[in-house]
Each structure stands twice: as C-alpha cells, then as structure tokens.
C-alpha cells in the first residue's frame, strides 16, 4: 500500500473518531443536565430546595424554614418559601429545556482531522483571537439567553398545568440580564435523534402523582408588578412592603423563646419606668407597723375612740338601717375625739421616740380599731382617722357582731371599750379590759411622756385583799397583810400591762434616757402606807416591775392627787373611785374584777 494512501486512511480514521469523541461528550452532558433536572423535580415534591443558598429577600426565616433546611421537619417550609422554591425550579427548568432544543437544532460544527472546532475568518476577527473550542458550560450559558422556538414552548405548555403556565408567564415578563450574542458557527452541538425523544419524556412524566401532590401544595401569591430598574427602592423601603406581606404561618410559628424574651424586655421596661418614678417621688414619713407577734397591742373601740353619741342614739330609737343611712350620709364630716383619743395619740409619741432610738424595733404599741359597726361606716372611721393623723393601719368591723371572739386572734394585750358588757366579757376571756370614761374636755395633758396611772388591788393584784376587808372587816385586813407581808401578792389582770410598759422603759433607760424616758407609771391606792404597803412594794421586787410613783391615800378620795398627775388613764375596779376622779376631769377606765363586781350586782 502506497504512503499516500495510508495518510488518507489514518486521515479518515482520525476524523471518525473526532467525530464519536464528539458525540460520546456532548451525550454524557445531556445526560448529566438529565441527572441534575431530575433532580430538581424531585426536589420540587419535598421543597427543601435552596433553603440555605438563595433565601427570599425580605423573608426572616421562621423555624420551620430552618428545621425544613436540615431535614428535621416532615411539614417542609413554610408557604412563602415554598411558593419562592418552585418559581425557582420552574425557572431553571425552562433554562434546562431552552438549551436542549437549542442543540437539537443547531448543526454539528466544523472540525478538522485533529478533532479541533474550525472557526472562520469573521468569528476571529469580529469576536477573539482565540480558537479554542467553547467548553460545554459556556455553551450552556450562552443558549440559555436564546428565546424558545414556537414548537418547543407549544409543547412545553401542554405538559404543564394552568398554575405553572402563570408562574411561567410572570418569569417570562421579568427582566433577564443581558447575555452577549454567540458567534455564527459555534452553535452547541445536537444530540442523537434517540436521545432527544427520550428527553422529552421528561420527569414530570415518570411520577405524575407526586408532581400533582407537590402543585397542589402550592398556592401561589398574587405579587404586585415588577417595577424597572430606575425605580427600585431602598432596601429599608422594600423590607417594610415584604414585612406586611409575610405568611400568617411565619408569624403563628415565632420561637417560644423569642417571645419569653420580648415578655421580659416589657416587663424589664415596666419595672424600671415604675424605679425611676417612685425614686423621684418623696418618701412618704409614715412609719410602717410592727409585726403583732412582737408588738404591744391596744384594741379600741369606735366608741371609746370617738365620740359617737348622735349615731348610738340613732340606733337605739330608729333601728339599724335608720343608723347605717346617717352614717352613709355624714362619712365626710369628720367625728370629734373620744375618752381613748388622747391615750392613743400618746402611745404614738412613744413608737416616735423608740424609732429614733431604735430604728429597726419592733417591740411598739399597735392600735387596732376594734368594733362591732357595719363595714360601711368604716369609710367615716378611716376619714377621722387620717384627719387626726393616727397610725391605725389594722381595722375589725364585725358588722354587729361581738368583737370579743377577735381579740385572742389579734393577740390584744389591752382591750378598751365604752360597752361594759364586752369588757365584762373579755375579762372573762382572760383578756385584761377596761370601760372608757371621758374627762373634762378642757383639761390640758402632756403631749411628750404618757401617763399611765394603776390602783393595787383588783387591778394589777389580785382581789384577796378585797374578800378579806368584806368578810372580816378592816382591823383582819391589817394583821392578814402585816402576817403574810414577805408573801407576794396574785397577780390581777393588768399586770401584764404594766410589765410591758416597764419593758419598753428600760430600753429607753439602757440609752441614759431615764430622767427624759417617754413612760411615767403611778400606783395611787387606798390603801395605808405603814400597814399594808410594804407587802405591796416587795410584791413588785418580786416581780421585777419599777413602779415609779407610789401614792397610799389610806382611804382618801383620789380625785384631787389624779388632777395633779393628769394621766392619760386612770385603771381602778371601784366605781365610786371613777365617778370621783371623773368629777375632776380624769380619763378613767373601770375595771370590771373582782368581789366588789359580785357584791355590787
């Protein structure tokens, strides 16, 4: 065989495989763009598709987008996401299509025995001087600008439904970014006929039921027009046009812990707005109670608090409903101070001066507003109150009720009354109580130190004493006390008054306020000083108790002394001694105890 006739054969042979190296790449590129189409689809049924790639501008993603993202949530993302995902793959699959049919109708291009694209004189000049062969991806690229021919889009829309011809028709009419022409004769290859009716089965075709399932999932938004490129907005300004458009499920489906968060950042705000105006108003200069387990507490009745004459007398004539009316109808007008009023305001004085002393104390008087009334007149008590500026925080309105069943519950250490059958009562109970009696009205009284004056017998001691002088006469008496004056006396009911009042006097005497202490106590009995009064004072060693007065009148009417120590109250069971110190103008409280309670009745 001739040389010339060899280099045409290996010529021939060089070009035939050219040609099927050819055929075989651009095969296996539709094929992959089969592969990565498919795919795509696949993808369209579980819309998982570009969660993290390519997220919708102005879209926060809410938790189910995130969880769809990874895999962990079977209901997917939610609809705005989804409806953004499918416009996606709708858009790459028609690019996908476009560049298929685009190489089925272009011709194969010229190569040389080399395998080589020949490009001619007017592709060089007018285009590169490169002569390269263009790789498969700019190929791709550079069809995909390349509108759809008449056939190709005809047949495409008969396979789809009549949602996503919508959605095509609004990404046909969205701009493109322009793509720079291809040359004359580098048209993409066209695949074998074969293979090209194979492609137009595509994977819509294979699984038609999920593909239905999928686009009925969706429901696509109505979104307004797309507007040029001259008259886009601001960032800010489409965030707040895409904020008021956002599912319902986005906002239905916030982070618990989100909103946990947004409840503290208010309540955090509230709390600090409420700081700062309690710090900019003033402090308020009233004291705040003692606890009533430490404290000394004194219940007072209505009554013997404030004069309420007219209104008792109301009742007792016209009835209750007559009284509860009178009471609704003057509970602005403010009720005059009682029998008790001055005993109180001097209690007070002496928490003032404990507090400066001790400022943390707890052992004070309480005052307790103790009283049988309707809770309705409870506006008019609380109205005097506050006018006289009394610190009565802890009021007992028992709507006729007795009272008495309260006292233990309130821990009273002293209970005073203008009723003596509640008194009578609650001495009884084991309660120390005593009546209230007015004094003069004109009579001045200390303001600065409160004033408390005892009698002995039947009062802070017990009424042995009293059965002797009824039973045996006044010459027993005397030798009984002289024969038994080492004894200690029993103990009567206001001696744990008395105890408690020497209590708060030797804190004010551990501060060297002895001579200024706010207490003054006084024992003013009938009895007679040399008979019978040392057993009395030994009893009060005994006791631990410093009297700091003691007055033995030996049976003189006590009166004229308790208008020269004007006491705030005068405690003595006698009512003959209470009727004379009335006279006088003394506050007195009768004592209902003893034998002298029984004889008299």
């Not at 004459?309 to 109301?314: A, E, F, L, N, S």
């Not at 009546?435 to 005892?454: E, H, I, N, P, S």
């Not at 009062?459 to 059965?467: A, G, K, N, R, W």
């Amino acid at each position: 065989m001739s040389q010339t006739s060899l280099k045409q054969k290996k010529n021939d042979t060089g070009s035939k495989n050219s040609k099927d190296s050819i055929d075989t790449e651009k095969r296996k590129d539709s094929e992959k763009s089969g592969v990565r189409l498919s795919t795509q689809m696949r993808r369209a049924v579980n819309p998982n598709h570009f969660l993290r790639c390519c997220p919708m501008r102005g879209h926060s993603s809410c938790r189910r987008c995130l969880c769809a993202a990874e895999g962990t949530v079977l209901l997917g993302p939610c609809r705005t996401i989804r409806v953004y995902i499918h416009m996606c793959l709708l858009w790459e699959q028609g690019r996908q299509i476009t560049m298929i049919r685009e190489s089925q109708e272009s011709p194969l291009p010229k190569t040389d025995s080399r395998g080589y694209v020949v490009r001619n004189q007017w592709s060089r000049t007018s285009r590169s001087p490169s002569t390269r062969a263009p790789s498969v991806d700019e190929t791709r690229s550079k069809s995909a600008s390349l509108k759809l021919p008449a056939s190709s889009t005809t047949s495409r829309t008969s396979s789809t439904s009549p949602s996503q011809q919508e959605s095509q028709k609004e990404l046909s009419a969205q701009p493109s970014p322009p793509t720079p022409p291809m040359p004359l004769d580098s048209s993409p290859p066209t695949p074998p006929e074969s293979y090209s009716q194979s492609r137009r089965s595509n994977k819509m075709q294979e699984n038609p039921e999920a593909w239905a399932h999928g686009i009925a999932r969706l429901q696509l938004r109505e979104y307004p027009p797309r507007t040029p490129p001259t008259e886009w907005k601001s960032y800010a300004q489409r965030r707040t046009t895409y904020s008021t458009q956002l599912d319902r499920d986005c906002l239905s489906e916030l982070p618990r812990q989100q909103q946990l968060e947004e409840e503290e950042e208010e309540d955090e705000a509230y709390w600090a707005s409420v700081r700062t105006l309690y710090e900019k108003t003033p402090s308020c200069s009233r004291p705040r109670p003692p606890k009533p387990k430490h404290a000394i507490t004194i219940a007072v009745s209505s009554r013997a608090l404030f004069n309420m004459v007219d209104g008792r007398k109301i009742f007792e004539e016209e009835g209750l409903e007559k009284y509860m009316e009178y009471q609704l109808t003057n509970e602005n007008v403010i009720l005059t101070p009682g029998p008790a009023f001055r005993f109180v305001k001097a209690l007070q004085h002496v928490n003032a001066r404990l507090r400066e002393l001790y400022p943390n104390e707890q052992d004070l008087f309480d005052i307790v507003l103790m009283t049988n009334n309707h809770a309705q007149v409870g506006v008019r008590l609380i109205n005097s109150v506050n006018h006289y500026g009394l610190l009565i925080d802890r009021f007992c309105l028992t709507g006729g009720k007795s009272p008495i069943g309260y006292l233990k519950a309130y821990l009273t250490n002293l209970y005073l009354s203008a009723d003596s059958e509640k008194v009578q009562e609650a001495i009884q109970e084991g309660i120390a109580s005593a009546t209230m009696f007015d004094g003069a009205k004109d009579m001045a009284y200390c303001d600065t130190q409160l004033r408390v004056a005892f009698d002995g017998d039947a009062v802070l001691f017990s009424d042995e004493s009293e059965h002797i002088t009824k039973e045996h006469g006044l010459d027993k008496f005397f030798q009984h006390e002289a024969l038994f004056e080492n004894k200690p006396l029993a103990q009567g009911p206001l001696k744990g008054f008395l105890e408690d009042l020497g209590r708060l006097q030797k804190k004010f005497y551990a501060k060297d306020e002895r001579l200024l202490c706010p207490i003054r106590t006084y024992l003013v009995t009938a009895r007679s000083a040399a008979s019978s009064g040392a057993r009395v004072l030994k009893t009060l060693r005994r006791w631990g108790l410093e009297i700091d007065e003691a007055l033995f009148l030996a049976g003189a009417p006590k009166g004229p002394i308790l208008v020269k120590i004007r006491p705030h109250i005068f405690f003595d069971d006698h009512m003959f001694h209470i009727e004379g110190a009335q006279k006088f103008g003394t506050i007195t409280a009768h004592v209902p105890y003893g034998i002298n309670q029984k004889m008299n009745n």
